[in-house]
């Protein structure tokens, strides 16, 4: 698998041992398996690493962390939330932006295209990378758990301080790969219609996180989206 994915430089190297571990060598068998029975697998190959190849280690600041990709036919594209411009925005992105816009006053844009955060040290990571098209979470407990705790982990490890972002009992699962010390962990609700409510909306998480990223000297995000055309994000 570690042969032909696009992935950042960055990350080759502290994950390489993840790549040759049983938990991905049985993942790839599984991977090959499904799409040899002809189920439809999303992102695409090419894009399963989209978020590690984007986003380079070192440059870090926040990480949003989360469930499996969209499963919806030319949704997924490698980045969590994320779709491509052209894309309906998906009900949590809506909610995601209803948050924003009470948080920072950014008012909403009319794609769910998120590559301009990714491009300013965001990690947009799922806790499982792939899916089976129609089917959500079907690919939970396959080997992507294993993998995507390493990231986080590798992310924790940095001595610059990262906001954790984390939606949802599922991506807060991982919270205790971080020392709390040093980074600053945001839990709320997951924004999905069905929970966004049970404190998502109302927790202010960007404006939290460009705080805490002020107060340690590394910046702020611009989390207000830029407009794009259509088939910009479309991979060469």
Request: with cysteine.
């Amino acid at each position: 698998m570690s042969d032909t994915i696009r992935l950042h430089e960055s990350w080759r190297a502290p994950l390489a041992t993840q790549f040759s571990a049983p938990h991905m060598q049985g993942l790839k068998r599984f991977l090959e398996a499904e799409k040899a029975a002809g189920k439809r697998i999303f992102p695409k190959g090419r894009d399963y690493f989209r978020a590690l190849d984007l986003t380079p280690l070192d440059q870090v600041r926040v990480v949003i962390l989360g469930q499996d990709p969209y499963h919806g036919e030319g949704q997924a594209h490698g980045l969590c939330f994320s779709v491509q411009p052209g894309v309906r925005t998906p009900p949590s992105l809506v909610n995601i932006y209803k948050e924003m816009q009470a948080d920072l006053g950014i008012a909403p844009v009319r794609h769910g295209f998120l590559e301009h955060w990714a491009q300013q040290g965001v990690l947009l990571l799922n806790s499982v990378l792939t899916v089976e098209m129609g089917r959500a979470a079907s690919h939970q407990g396959k080997g992507w758990e294993p993998f995507t705790d390493a990231i986080v982990r590798l992310v924790a490890e940095k001595k610059e301080p990262v906001v954790f972002m984390l939606w949802g009992a599922h991506a807060q699962k991982k919270a205790g790969f971080v020392d709390q010390s040093r980074h600053l962990v945001i839990r709320s609700a997951h924004p999905s219609p069905l929970s966004a409510h049970n404190g998502f909306l109302g927790s202010r998480p960007f404006s939290r996180a460009n705080d805490f990223l002020a107060a340690h000297g590394r910046g702020t995000i611009d989390w207000a989206l830029p407009a794009v055309a259509a088939g910009q994000g479309d991979a060469p």
